[in-house]
């Protein structure tokens, strides 16, 4: 089962979850602003995508943040701690593929390998 991490309102989520529709692909959604995210999971993602493609920069909540919080997230352990408290900062989606690849952020041709 693909499971798509993320939140529902986010553009680049509404345009992923359309091409997983258009497809004809179940997913499970797991919305991690209302449930949070699985600290064994954002682990995952850390290890496997590195903290630097998985923290989002350019997004609203990013430039929201005291400077202080933003140099907090320098390193991964400040970056994990960050994404854990503001998972608006996670750079969206994240997927995992019924395969157990992980990908981030929304391309169709990058959708269309894992098919």
Same mark, same amino acid.
């Given at each position: ?9 986010? /553009?680049t989520m509404k345009r992923a979850r =359309?091409?997983? /529709? /258009?497809?004809?692909? &179940?997913?499970?959604?797991?919305d991690y602003k209302r449930a949070g995210? #699985? #600290? *064994? ?5 850390? @290890? ?15 430039? @929201?943040? +005291?400077? =202080?919080? @933003?140099? =907090?997230?320098? /390193? ?8 854990? =408290?503001? #998972?608006?900062?996670? @750079?969206? #989606? %994240? %997927? *995992?593929? +019924? +395969?157990?690849?992980?990908?981030v952020g929304f391309s169709a041709e990058?959708? &269309?390998?894992?098919?």
């Amino acid at each position: 089962m693909i499971t798509v991490y993320g939140i529902p309102n986010c /553009d680049t989520m509404k345009r992923a979850r =359309a091409w997983l /529709d /258009d497809q004809g692909l &179940s997913y499970h959604f797991h919305d991690y602003k209302r449930a949070g995210v #699985p #600290p *064994e999971q954002l682990q995952r993602w850390l @290890k496997e995508l590195g903290w630097e493609r998985v923290l989002n920069r350019a997004g609203t909540t990013w430039r @929201k943040l +005291d400077e =202080a919080a @933003k140099a =907090a997230a320098a /390193d991964a352990a400040g970056a994990a701690a960050l994404l854990q =408290a503001q #998972p608006s900062v996670i @750079k969206r #989606p %994240i %997927i *995992e593929w +019924d +395969d157990g690849r992980l990908t981030v952020g929304f391309s169709a041709e990058t959708f &269309s390998r894992h098919l």
